[in-house]
C-alpha cells in the first residue's frame, strides 16, 4: 500500500494515493512515513486541515524528524496562520531542517505576513546568502526594508 501511495501520488492521483496511505496506518497506525504522505496527498487536494491533522501526528511520533514539522509549516502559512507556521519552521529548524533556499524563503515569506519584519529581514538576508542571483529573495527583502523603514518614521 506504501509503494502504491507514493506511484499514485507521483502520477497527481492524490485521493487514491491518500487511501493507499490510509489502509497503511489500518495495519501501522504509527507510520510516519504514511502519515507524512498523507499529509502531503490531502494538502495537494486542498484538505489542509486534514493535511495539518496528519503532519500534526507524524511529528509528534516522532519527535526528532524535522520533515512533518516543515510540512506542517507549509499547511500552516496555506491557511493563513502566519505566526504558527514561523513558529513550526523555527522548531523544525531545531530539529535539523535542511536551512536551504525554499527554507529561508517560506521563512521569511511567513515572518512578513504575520508582521514579524526583523524575523523576515534576517530569514530574506540568509535566502540572499544561499542565491545571490534570486530575485523573489532580493525582491521580498527590499520591500520588508521599506516596510520597516515606513513603521520607524
Known sequence: ?????????????????AASFHAVLKLRDNDVQALNNLGLALSDQGEKE??????????????EDPVALTNQANVLA????????????????GRGAEKDLDYWL?????????GMKSVAEEALQNALDEDPANVLARRLLGTVRGEKEGEEK
Open 50 to 63: 486534514a493535511a495539518l491533522e496528519s503532519f500534526s501526528a507524524a511529528a509528534a511520533l516522532d519527535t
Open 106 to 114: 517560506n521563512l521569511g515569506v511567513a515572518a512578513r505576513r504575520a
Open 78 to 93: 496555506d491557511l493563513g496562520r502566519h505566526v504558527d507556521a514561523v513558529l513550526a519552521y523555527e522548531e523544525a529548524a
Open 1 to 17: 500500500h506504501f509503494n502504491l501511495g507514493n506511484i499514485l501520488y507521483k502520477q497527481r492521483k492524490f485521493s487514491d494515493a
